[in-house]
């Protein structure tokens, strides 16, 4: 999973995923920003799941 990459480059890589799901690059259509970060979720398992934790408690300001 990356344990040996640094915390930046994780923290890139969600962001630009959520990026790509959030244009609608990844899929047919655009999708809110609530949609992205539950694919995120479900995909926990690809990134680091401390992180998705931390994110978690932050997006629920969002709502």
Same mark, same amino acid.
């Given at each position: 999973?990356?344990?040996?990459?640094?915390?930046?480059?994780?923290?890139?890589?969600?962001? $630009?995923?959520?990026?790509?799901?959030?244009?609608?690059?990844?899929?047919?259509?655009?999708?809110?920003?609530?949609?992205?970060? $539950?694919?995120?979720?479900?995909?926990?398992?690809?990134?680091?799941?401390?992180?998705?934790?931390?994110?978690?408690?932050?997006?629920?300001?969002?709502?």
């Amino acid at each position: 999973m990356g344990t040996d990459m640094p915390f930046l480059a994780k923290l890139l890589s969600i962001s $630009h995923y959520f990026e790509l799901l959030l244009g609608g690059e990844l899929s047919i259509r655009e999708r809110s920003y609530k949609e992205c970060f $539950h694919k995120i979720v479900q995909e926990k398992g690809k990134f680091d799941p401390a992180l998705i934790e931390a994110l978690k408690s932050s997006f629920i300001y969002l709502a």
